[in-house]
């Protein structure tokens, strides 16, 4: 198995893995109202259905990679706010409290985007961990690999770099691997996009009880309710995916 | 001193402290990690176990971190904990903290960041 074999496989799912997300995203801004295309593409090009589905998969695509992005940087944040160094210290006196409302409302503001059971790993994992920073140092030449600072990139370069080298035996685990990694990435971004529905839900929920035009019939406390629950749901099942790709890639680092 | 790298060594409150510094060029090297890891535990190991315990801070006076560094660490950490004691690190690279807890490395029990020295000195009090 080389290289390309695994890019190529993994290209197949690429659409879906982020349209997924970006339609979920772009169906949300409907709690905001009525969903017009002539609004979203203008009255002309609405008119022809074709180039206006076109147009919106396009939206939804750059949506979903906007939304992966997002994801990358939230884990890796996430892991390091959870850290208990990152707690401001001294906590004496009133010019304290603002560093540690700060830390707080950011932990809690990640928690609510983000947050999700982390793998715990043990010694071996770390250790295979390493050696796959050496390899993908190794392999590009590169000065040093601190610059993979999401825990996601590490896994899938190294699959990268070593599927060249990687004998048959181990193409079932690379493949296997990168299944898991499509999971996550697509459950991921459905998450996120579901708590952003809720957030725009509770948004406007409040908008319209300031406003006095709330009603008790308003179906929007469960939509946050259910875009939250939903969210949540979804990242348990995107955690145990992480667990599987470290694992699996872990071993793959072992054999290597 | 081997290079650039300098380990000094101190004694407070019972708690062997290693002071790690080094600069930006050492970390490049293909066998940096080998040699930071051999001057740590060389420093290490050499302790007056009846003045000390087996629980470690390193403090670090760099401003730059590397993958070499966290191998180094790591190695550290395995002899620390084999002797039943823990480690403490403080002046980790913020720029660079967030591809040590990327690797789920923090989570290991006995490998913590601590702000200060007087942090890491008040966690291992008993």
């Given at each position: 198995?080389?290289?390309r074999?695994?890019?190529s496989s993994?290209t197949v799912a690429?659409g879906?893995?982020?349209?997924g ?5 772009l169906?949300?801004?409907r709690?905001?109202g009525?969903f017009?295309t002539?609004w979203l593409f ?5 008119e022809n259905?074709?180039?206006a589905v076109?147009v ?6 750059s949506?979903?990679?906007?939304i992966?992005?997002w994801?990358r940087?939230?884990?890796?944040k ?5 850290e208990?160094?990152?707690?401001p210290?001294?906590i004496n ?5 603002g ?12 928690w609510?985007?983000?947050?999700m059971?982390l793998?715990v790993?043990?010694?071996t994992?770390?250790?295979a ?10 392999f590009?030449n590169?000065r040093?690999?601190t ?5 996601w ?5 190294y699959?990268l770099v070593?599927?060249g080298?990687l ?5 079932a ?12 990435v697509?459950l991921?971004g459905?998450?996120?996009?579901s708590?952003?529905l809720?957030?725009q839900?509770?948004v406007?929920?409040?908008l319209k009880?300031?406003?006095?035009a709330w009603?008790?019939a308003?179906?929007?406390p469960?939509?946050?309710?259910s875009g ?6 979804l ?18 680092a072992?054999m290597? | 001193m ?5 380990v000094?060594?101190q004694?407070?409150d019972s708690?062997?402290i290693?002071i790690l ?7 490049a ?10 001057r740590?535990l060389?420093t290490y ?6 003045e000390?315990g087996?629980?470690?801070v390193?403090?670090i006076?760099?401003p730059?971190?590397s993958?070499?560094?966290?191998r180094a660490l790591f190695?550290?950490?395995k002899s620390v904990t084999a002797?039943s ?5 403080v002046?980790?690279p913020k720029d660079?903290?967030?591809?040590l807890t ?6 290991l029990?006995?490998f913590v960041?601590s702000?200060?020295?007087e942090a890491?000195l ?5």
């Amino acid at each position: 198995m080389d290289a390309r074999d695994t890019s190529s496989s993994i290209t197949v799912a690429d659409g879906l893995l982020y349209l997924g997300p970006g339609v979920a995203l772009l169906l949300s801004l409907r709690v905001w109202g009525p969903f017009s295309t002539d609004w979203l593409f203008g009255a002309k090009l609405a008119e022809n259905q074709a180039v206006a589905v076109f147009v919106f998969a396009v939206l939804a695509y750059s949506c979903g990679l906007a939304i992966h992005e997002w994801c990358r940087y939230g884990s890796m944040k996430y892991m390091r706010i959870r850290e208990p160094s990152a707690k401001p210290q001294g906590i004496n006196g009133w010019r304290a409290v603002g560093p540690y409302l700060w830390w707080w409302g950011s932990r809690a503001l990640f928690w609510l985007l983000w947050g999700m059971p982390l793998p715990v790993p043990d010694a071996t994992i770390i250790e295979a961990e390493l050696d796959m920073n050496d390899s993908i140092k190794a392999f590009a030449n590169l000065r040093d690999s601190t610059h993979l600072q999401s825990p996601w990139d590490r896994l899938e370069n190294y699959r990268l770099v070593a599927s060249g080298r990687l004998e048959e035996k181990a193409a079932a685990l690379l493949r296997r691997a990168d299944r898991e990694h499509q999971h996550l990435v697509f459950l991921v971004g459905m998450s996120f996009s579901s708590v952003l529905l809720a957030l725009q839900a509770a948004v406007v929920c409040m908008l319209k009880l300031a406003s006095g035009a709330w009603t008790p019939a308003s179906s929007y406390p469960l939509v946050v309710l259910s875009g939250c629950l939903v969210s949540l749901a979804l990242r348990r099942v995107a955690a145990s995916a992480w667990k599987s790709e470290l694992l699996l890639t872990c071993q793959l680092a072992m054999m290597d | 001193m081997i290079g650039s790298i300098d380990v000094k060594s101190q004694v407070e409150d019972s708690v062997l402290i290693l002071i790690l510094s080094y600069n930006s060029d050492v970390l490049a090297g293909r066998e940096s990690s080998q040699e930071l890891a051999d001057r740590l535990l060389e420093t290490y190991g050499a302790r007056n176990t009846k003045e000390v315990g087996s629980s470690c801070v390193i403090e670090i006076r760099s401003p730059v971190a590397s993958s070499s560094l966290i191998r180094a660490l790591f190695d550290l950490w395995k002899s620390v904990t084999a002797s039943s004691g823990e480690l403490r690190i403080v002046g980790y690279p913020k720029d660079y903290t967030d591809s040590l807890t990327s690797l789920g490395i923090t989570s290991l029990k006995g490998f913590v960041l601590s702000q200060s020295r007087e942090a890491a000195l008040k966690s291992l009090r008993p």
